[in-house]
Structure formats: C-alpha cells, structure tokens
C-alpha cells in the first residue's frame, strides 16, 4: 500500500479498517485483470457538449470510459468486505466505510 503524501495520516486506525486494506489490494487487482479483457471505450470525440474553447471540437481530444473499473473495483469490494462496509463511488475517489450503525 501506498499513501498520496506525507499529509495521510493512517496511525490509529480502526484495526478492522487497517486489515480490510490488504483485501481492497486484492480487489483492486482483480478489476484490473478482469478490465483487461474489455476494450477500451471512447465516450466523446468531437460531438458531445464541452467547455467553451474545448479542444473536442477541433477534433484533438476525446473522453476514455473509467467507471466501468470503479464499477468493478467496488462490486469486488462489497463482496470481499461484506454489508458492514459502504462502498461509495464518488467523483475521484472511492469512498470505503466500515458502518456498523443500523445493520
């Protein structure tokens, strides 16, 4: 496992939380060899509605699908970690939460 930087402070972590690490590894790397067997999906060329000025519409960019892997990647996680852990994909990040409240 790797932090971002210096500024991720992971000392004192739930125990269960600091264990479920090594299986979201495994997770991580079974989406990835599962999205190796898919083609690459392009979702914009120059069609599509962009930022003013955006590059799209000289035909010098395109969008490349990644939520299929976020997809993958959190139904992998659910069923390693089980229903006390939310698994929410949010916009850059997949947010992961051991919630045992109400369950």
């Not at 930022?51 to 799209?56: E, M």
Request: with cysteine.
């Amino acid at each position: 496992m790797k932090t971002k930087d210096s500024s991720v402070n992971v000392t004192g972590m739930h125990p269960e939380v600091v264990g479920a690490l090594a299986k979201m590894e495994v997770c991580r790397s079974a989406a990835l060899s599962l999205l190796l067997t898919y083609p690459m999906v392009v979702t914009s060329g120059k069609d599509g509605t962009h930022k003013v000025g955006s590059l799209h519409y000289e035909g010098l960019a395109v969008d490349l699908r990644f939520r299929d892997y976020m997809d993958e990647w959190k139904r992998y996680m659910q069923n390693a970690l089980g229903s006390d852990w939310d698994i929410v994909i949010e916009a850059d990040h997949i947010h992961c939460e051991l919630d045992r409240r109400g369950k």
